[in-house]
């Protein structure tokens, strides 16, 4: 992800300007498809986007096309990154499963289909699966068109290597160097990122452009969530941000957290902590898949647990959205699927949050629901590749 500092742009050491990566993730992403559209977003003067595409253009990495129907005034060009058949594969991991797909340029998302994967197994022994099945797409699509592979894993990932770090549900995959080993197996550029940054990322892709500030929840087993800032991913200062899991919330009380302190949001909140309450109320449940089917068929102590998840995470995204105040809040994971879980956030955002904030504030699921990781992974790796093939191209390039 490339930083943008108008009105002055740096030059990356090729001769080009950091404005035309920027331009180049826009038009990946699919937030973007002319010049007009980019020179919204990225706040820089006409003449600065032009010469930037006229960059891209000259160097094969953009292409122009057809037209689109504007309101008043000329026609606008097209424009699109790559040719048209590039594509990305991508995973999304989770712990019995990963979700599987081909992204295109702009998100176009096919062939999704999920396979089993042990992530308990450690890397080395569910990975090579997972090749074999990313493998049969790249195929079926062709290798020659294949420009990245993208990852989206449950759990901390230092992007700039591109591994998992002490992660809570992921044995044996601490430090694991799963970019390095992927990119030696597939021979282009991988992506390797935290599966809540991938929703918020996939997610914003299809949502309307006036949301430039959204927080994406994702709550499955764990709670995880990504921050789309200034309509482009929020890492912090570490890449910690969005960490709302590890909150302390009152009610948690002393419960030992997999963070190592206790009384965590992720304690009372989170699909794995519904599991532990229900069980202990006699409920016969061994998953979150479980606890979902049985507040799916209106179970009472079910329906109420997870009323109460949902409320908890509330109040936590209430001081979170007060301070950062986002256009939008989308939730995402399985325990999306349940409305009283979803219908309980709503509410104690509401009640937790000052009117002026709320006020045209969206609370929605995620409209890409399960393939949200999915295509923010194929985005990534997009965008990764189309960077990489940047600097390639312009190595010999020289701007005085």
Same mark, same amino acid.
């Given at each position: ?33 002319? !010049? %007009?559209? *980019? %020179? ?49 594969? +991508? ?59 993208? *990852? ?22 601490? !430090? ?46 764990? @709670? ?8 482009? *991913?929020? !890492? ?15 009610? +948690? ?11 965590? *949001? ?10 532990? @309450? ?7 449940? %061994? ?19 997870? !009323? ?90 020289? %701007?005085?």
């Amino acid at each position: 992800m490339i930083e943008k500092s108008p009105p002055h742009f740096r030059r990356n050491g090729t001769g080009f300007s950091s404005l035309a990566e920027g331009v180049l993730e826009l038009l990946a992403s699919g937030q973007a498809s002319t !010049r %007009t559209e *980019l %020179t919204a977003l990225l706040g820089a003067p006409p003449s600065t986007v032009s010469f930037a595409v006229g960059q891209l253009l000259a160097h094969g990495l953009v292409a122009e096309e057809g037209t689109q129907s504007s309101t008043g005034g000329r026609p606008r060009k097209v424009l699109r990154v790559g040719g048209h058949d590039g594509y990305a594969v +991508a995973a999304d991991l989770g712990g019995k499963h990963a979700h599987v797909g081909v992204v295109r340029p702009g998100g176009r998302l096919t062939d999704v289909s999920t396979v089993p994967f042990a992530t308990a197994d450690g890397p080395e022994a569910a990975l090579p699966g997972l090749v074999e099945t990313l493998q049969a797409l790249v195929g079926r699509y062709g290798r020659e068109q294949l420009r990245g592979v993208g *990852l989206c894993l449950p759990g901390p990932v230092d992007v700039e290597p591109g591994l998992v770090t002490l992660p809570a549900r992921m044995p044996g995959w601490n !430090r694991f160097p799963v970019r390095d080993w992927l990119e030696e197996r597939f021979a282009v550029p991988v992506a390797v990122e935290n599966d809540a940054n991938c929703m918020a990322v996939g997610e914003h892709s299809v949502r309307p452009a006036e949301h430039r500030q959204s927080i994406m929840v994702k709550a499955g087993s764990g @709670i995880g969530a990504g921050v789309i800032a200034d309509g482009r *991913l929020y !890492r912090g200062g570490t890449g910690a941000a969005g960490e709302i899991t590890h909150v302390r919330v009152e009610a +948690a009380q002393d419960t030992p957290c997999s963070c190592g302190n206790t009384g965590c *949001l992720e304690t009372v909140a989170s699909g794995a902590a519904l599991v532990r @309450i229900l069980r202990e109320r006699g409920r016969p449940v %061994t998953s979150t898949e479980d606890v979902v089917r049985l507040a799916g068929d209106a179970d009472p102590e079910a329906t109420r647990a997870v !009323r109460q998840a949902g409320r908890y995470l509330g109040m936590v995204l209430a001081a979170n959205v007060n301070f950062f105040n986002p256009d939008a809040v989308y939730l995402g994971g399985i325990l999306s699927t349940l409305e009283p879980f979803v219908a309980a956030v709503r509410s104690q955002l509401y009640e937790g949050c000052h009117p002026l904030v709320t006020e045209h504030l969206a609370i929605e699921r995620a409209s890409l629901g399960a393939d949200a990781g999915l295509v923010g992974a194929g985005q990534f790796a997009l965008q990764r590749a189309f960077a990489e093939a940047l600097h390639e191209v312009t190595g010999n390039h020289h %701007t005085p």
